[in-house]
């Protein structure tokens, strides 16, 4: 983030006393400060690379997934492929290297992206979308009734609700839902994983379905390769003496033995809701599971399972609504303070728009030619519009200083004459 800085300096003389020093009169500092939409956003979500990088504030369990699955696979490498490679193939450590890759980057780009958040409506929109759904109320003249909640569309012949979020100040979308961790309304929402330390959306549930089917492949892979190596080496004396000579084995199937369970079941699990075009907030509200008396199907289906797949694989991944390296507008801070001696500013000045125009009162000192200005470009000139009669000194005129930065004096009002 960068911070632009204008100082703007007047300074005028007080000689109030022979040899007295010069007091600075005026320092007004003027700072205009951009800041980008990430430093400002509602959400409780945190961002690093100047916004680039999204993610939950609670991403400690996210942490956790990338520990477990780099040092499980760092240690695969370093004992199991050494000795499968020259027993078996070389071909079993190239596997295994692309699958952590893959792995690795379905993971990072499912934490570190947008799920697709619907940005928050502003104060003016919020009125504007109160003053339309405002309902006449029939029974009191003249009042009116709260605003309707929800609302009906149709999809397909379904009718589908959207509800109302009084955090956004929107109606959601069709499949959206509001997140109670990242506060985010979020385009169909699926659901809040520590795991990725992310919200499931609809810009990165095809990366987080391929992270979970490739991790699954990995565990297997590594399991099964874990298990070979122990066999092999049991075969030369007796699998008890295996385990001692290569215990790095033994704790990488222990992981993949109590992962296996939980990564292939839920992968399975997103298979079918992949197969079906749900998410899982709504298989578990069942949103379209036949009531009854009542017809309910799925109006986001495609028909065909293949279908259903290839649009959530294949599909085009639509842009993100929030413009987080964009520029919010700037905040302009106005410091002014005026020193002469030891005196405080004057009660009687002019603010207008945070600019400091001088003040109108009467001198009780010779008034300098050199006037002061907010405007450092424009030349200063003091400008008397009238001749002090006899007995009035210049110094009790009244001088003001104009918006332009021009010093005017004017008489004073003396009493028992036309002034």
């Not at 000579?245 to 992962?259: G, M, Q, R, T, Y």
């Amino acid at each position: 983030m960068k911070d632009y800085y204008t100082a703007v300096s007047t300074t005028g003389f007080s000689n109030t006393k022979t040899g007295e020093e010069q007091d600075s009169q005026e320092i007004q500092i003027k700072m205009t400060k951009t800041v980008r939409r990430w430093e400002v956003f509602p959400g409780k979500n945190k961002f690093y690379c100047g916004g680039r990088i999204m993610m939950a504030r609670q991403a400690g369990v996210f942490y956790l997934t990338c520990a477990l699955i780099i040092i499980t696979s760092g240690l695969f490498f370093a004992f199991d492929c050494v000795y499968l490679a020259i027993k078996v193939t070389p071909a079993i450590p190239a596997i295994g290297g692309a699958l952590f890759i893959f792995v690795m980057a379905t993971l990072l780009r499912t934490s570190f992206s947008d799920p697709g958040v619907i940005p928050r409506a502003s104060a003016e929109e919020a009125a504007e979308m109160e003053r339309q759904n405002e309902v006449a109320n029939p029974n009191s003249p003249g009042t009116y009734r709260p605003p309707p909640r929800t609302k009906e569309v149709v999809i397909k012949g379904q009718v589908i609700k959207l509800k109302y979020c009084f955090t956004c100040k929107i109606f959601r979308p069709p499949r959206a839902s509001h997140c109670s961790l990242c506060d985010n309304c979020v385009e169909r929402f699926d659901h809040h994983c520590p795991w990725v330390g992310n919200c499931v959306g609809r810009r990165n549930y095809r990366y987080f379905y391929l992270f979970i089917l490739s991790l699954s492949l990995l565990c297997i892979y590594i399991f099964a390769c874990v298990l070979t190596n122990l066999i092999l080496r049991a075969q030369e004396d007796n699998f008890l003496t295996a385990m001692k000579d290569s215990p790095a084995s033994v704790i990488e199937a222990l992981v993949c033995f109590f992962s296996i369970w939980s990564v292939v079941g839920l992968a399975g699990f997103h298979s079918y809701l992949t197969a079906s075009e749900l998410t899982t907030n709504e298989d578990i509200k069942g949103t379209f599971t036949a009531k009854r008396g009542q017809d309910n199907f799925n109006p986001f289906s495609k028909g065909t399972l293949f279908k259903n797949c290839m649009g959530v694989l294949c599909g085009p991944n639509p842009p993100s609504l929030l413009d987080r390296r964009g520029h919010v507008v700037p905040e302009t801070e106005t410091v002014s303070h005026v020193s002469v001696g030891h005196a405080e500013k004057d009660a009687n000045m002019v603010i207008s728009h945070h600019e400091y125009y001088g003040s109108t009162h009467i001198t009780t000192q010779k008034t300098n030619n050199i006037g002061t200005s907010t405007n450092p470009d424009r030349p200063v000139t003091v400008v008397t519009d009238e001749t002090p009669p006899e007995g009035i000194k210049k110094r009790d005129m009244i001088s003001y200083q104009t918006p332009d930065g021009t010093i005017n004096n004017k008489v004073p009002p003396i009493s028992g004459s036309d002034h």
